[in-house]
């Protein structure tokens, strides 16, 4: 009787062994020394087996979901307690562990982390390298099991965040959020004002503000030209001659054009200021120039900050007479950006505290809520 149950003994190790073998992986990286000599059960499964998707993962089509899949499980599979981790790595060398399912699921939101973290936040197809490990827990000691190599591809999506200019624009100043880019899209945004084609411009974007080390500029160093690439800790942005440009940064590809204005005398106000049902439509809230280096020129730029607003309708105009006013249908609720237009109908804003900001050259306009 003994002896029967200790050849029993002597096979289940054995057959424990070669389903060991048999796992793909790293087979003596231990996070504890095995310490114990508990019986094994003869039947333990420990396998791993997953394969790359098969088509991009394009992070704009996901919509709500909070989930992204990033490999296709072959065999994944114990009877023994487990964790799954997939770990994506660059290039470079750098490294991001995710908590996975059974099923190639990680936090959403800690892969796209991870992507601006390894690329930047250009919108371009990136590819990974990435594993699974499984860790099973058995008896106290933990056996870690680790997948062969497979990619990940990934296309991020444009990030949705406010671009602040930092240059003579706004007399480099990086305390106060005063000169925004006009957005036209979520890849497309703006700004219209003068440029003296000297070291003028770089810029910031909201969860990078006020760090010089983190200002968008001309890949490469300054750069006097009417097109050009941007990335972080570049160089000066300027034309190739002073001049009233418009200069529009594209998102997606990360590039910049400037387009020389028709008009190079573009028409000066007193004053620019909001008014509506917030104020009866009869005491206009002035906004403020945003201050130039240089005096020689006005910005054409304005802003006002924390302004507490009503629910109702509200329209821009100049030197507080309605000769010359901006105004749009459009709920702000639903778009917080756009132009007006000379005599165009009221915008409505729900009501709120928000930084407003506006330019007279082309009537665009910005509402942040504060």
Request: hydrophobic share 35%.
């Amino acid at each position: 009787m003994i002896m029967k149950k200790y050849m029993k003994y002597l096979c289940g190790l054995s057959l424990l062994c070669v389903l060991f073998a048999s796992c793909k992986g790293d087979y003596d990286d231990w996070a504890q020394p095995q310490h114990n000599e508990q019986e094994q059960p003869a039947d333990v499964q420990m396998t791993v087996d997953v394969v790359a998707l098969a088509n991009v993962i394009e992070i704009e089509s996901l919509g709500e979901a909070s989930q992204v899949q990033v490999f296709v499980p072959q065999k994944v599979e114990s009877n023994v307690d487990a964790t799954y981790v997939v770990t994506l790595s660059d290039d470079k060398g750098n490294t991001q562990d995710f908590t996975a399912s059974t099923e190639g699921y990680i936090d959403r939101q800690q892969f796209e982390e991870a992507i601006v973290k390894f690329f930047g936040k250009k919108q371009e197809e990136r590819t990974c390298n990435g594993v699974l490990t499984a860790l099973y827990e058995q008896n106290g000691s933990t056996m870690k099991v680790v997948s062969a190599p497979f990619i990940v591809r990934v296309l991020p999506a444009v990030p949705e965040l406010n671009y602040w200019i930092y240059g003579k624009q706004n007399g480099r100043d990086s305390k106060v959020k005063t000169l925004p880019l006009m957005p036209v899209s979520k890849e497309l945004q703006t700004v219209t004002t003068y440029f003296s084609g000297k070291l003028d411009t770089k810029l910031w974007s909201d969860d990078t503000f006020g760090d010089t080390k983190e200002t968008y500029g001309a890949t490469g160093g300054n750069q006097a030209s009417m097109s050009h690439e941007f990335s972080v800790g570049g160089g000066y942005i300027c034309p190739p001659a002073a001049g009233w440009y418009t200069l529009s940064f594209n998102f997606a590809t990360y590039s910049y054009t400037f387009s020389r204005l028709d008009n190079q005398s573009p028409a000066e106000y007193s004053s620019i200021s909001l008014i509506g049902d917030f104020n009866g439509w009869g005491s206009d809230l002035e906004l403020q120039q945003v201050a130039a280096s240089n005096n020689s020129w006005q910005s054409h730029c304005w802003y006002a900050l924390g302004v507490e607003l009503t629910a109702g309708e509200v329209k821009f105009r100049a030197d507080q007479k309605w000769d010359v006013n901006w105004g749009v249908s459009q709920s702000i609720k639903d778009n917080p950006y756009g132009t007006g237009t000379q005599d165009g109908l009221n915008m409505t804003v729900p009501a709120g505290k928000y930084n407003v900001y506006f330019n007279d050259i082309t009537g665009e306009f910005l509402f942040v809520e504060d």
